[in-house]
């Protein structure tokens, strides 16, 4: 059974900082490129970041307005995907979604992704 879980999420003034961590569980995690996505309430669904399954190089990439304050990461020998965001703001107030994805490197859109999460909740409020 498939399952990917994320934790880490909560509230945070502006300006602070949230790791989330993903752990993955019944399919080749390290086969499968993982990826972050969000969603606040009454928008779709959108992209934030993601990392490429390579064993040697992982390429890295990252929506335009995460650039510089979100960090990607993953551990294979672990089957998790971690995020480290930095310098909060309250547009990333959101529910953040783990995915994982087996379409070519670059992918973005959410139906590239065939494993999902159930979202963990963060809100960057004062």
């Known amino acids: 059974q498939v399952q990917l879980v994320e934790s880490g999420g909560g509230l945070v003034q502006p300006g602070g900082s949230l790791r989330l961590s993903c752990a993955a569980s019944g399919f080749a995690f390290g086969s499968y490129d993982m990826g972050w996505f969000r969603q606040a309430p009454g928008k779709e669904r959108e992209f934030v970041a993601a990392?490429?399954?390579?064993?040697?190089?992982?390429?890295?990439y990252y929506e335009d307005s995460v650039k510089g304050r979100f960090t990607i990461s993953r551990d294979n020998a672990k089957n998790t995907v971690s995020m480290q965001m930095n310098s909060l703001k309250p547009d990333d107030t959101a529910v953040y979604y783990c995915?994982?994805?087996?379409?070519?490197?670059?992918?973005?859109?959410?139906?590239?992704?065939?494993?999902w999460g159930q979202g963990t909740q963060v809100t960057v409020s004062s």
């Open positions: 995915a994982a994805s087996t379409a070519p490197r670059g992918a973005r859109n959410v139906a590239d992704f065939v494993h």
């Open positions: 990392i490429t399954w390579s064993p040697f190089t992982y390429f890295t």
